[in-house]
């Protein structure tokens, strides 16, 4: 029997009988239906793109099983775990340094993934695996890299009280080659948020 397990902005996840599961790119009503037939098209293909390439990397990410662009669906293989923020606060230094890892795995790949949060994160017996790659994309640029960092930032302050950016990022830097210069951008990028907050907070 099948069952869902996941509804997100863009799609459906469905557990099959096989353990395997099915991501489903749903119609979004309020696109034009041209443009969101071309838009669930090439995400689909682009998504179907990064798992090829994590499929030849250590990366510990579901395993592509198969794609199709013309009913938006793509197979992947089921990660039995738990979601890393239900957990997080059990070992955040432990966990920091796991992240930081992968980040630098998925970078040295230039596969951004585009939405790092503990959520999309799951923890098992045999370590954490990243998940869902729906807005993942291919860059070389620090720029790009920096982002990818800042918004794991954003959600590791907003839900866990302990800071663990200095083990990430030490952990980051150490399976990364190229680290410093996401990093030097990083510090441009985290400036350019906190700028944001603070005129938001004055007001026009």
Do not use: W
């Amino acid at each position: 029997m099948t069952q869902i397990i996941g509804v997100g902005a863009e799609a459906v996840l469905t557990k099959k009988d096989d353990n395997t599961v099915q991501k489903t790119r749903v119609v979004k009503n309020y696109r034009h239906p041209e443009l969101d037939l071309k838009l669930r098209k090439s995400r689909t293909r682009r998504e179907a793109k990064v798992f090829e390439r994590l499929s030849k990397t250590e990366i510990p990410a579901p395993k592509l099983l198969a794609s199709n662009d013309s009913n938006m669906t793509i197979n992947m293989s089921f990660i039995n775990g738990q979601p890393l923020q239900s957990v997080f606060s059990q070992n955040p230094q432990g966990f920091a340094r796991q992240i930081g890892r992968i980040i630098a795995q998925l970078h040295s790949q230039d596969i951004i993934h585009g939405d790092l949060t503990t959520s999309n994160m799951i923890s098992t017996d045999n370590g954490l695996y990243v998940i869902d790659f729906g807005l993942s994309f291919f860059s070389q640029k620090p720029e790009d890299k920096a982002t990818d960092i800042h918004v794991l930032f954003q959600g590791l302050r907003a839900l866990h009280k302990e800071d663990c950016a200095t083990v990430l990022l030490e952990a980051y830097k150490q399976n990364y080659a190229y680290a410093q210069p996401v990093l030097e951008r990083l510090e441009k990028v985290e400036q350019r948020g906190r700028n944001k907050k603070v005129n938001n907070l004055m007001g026009p």
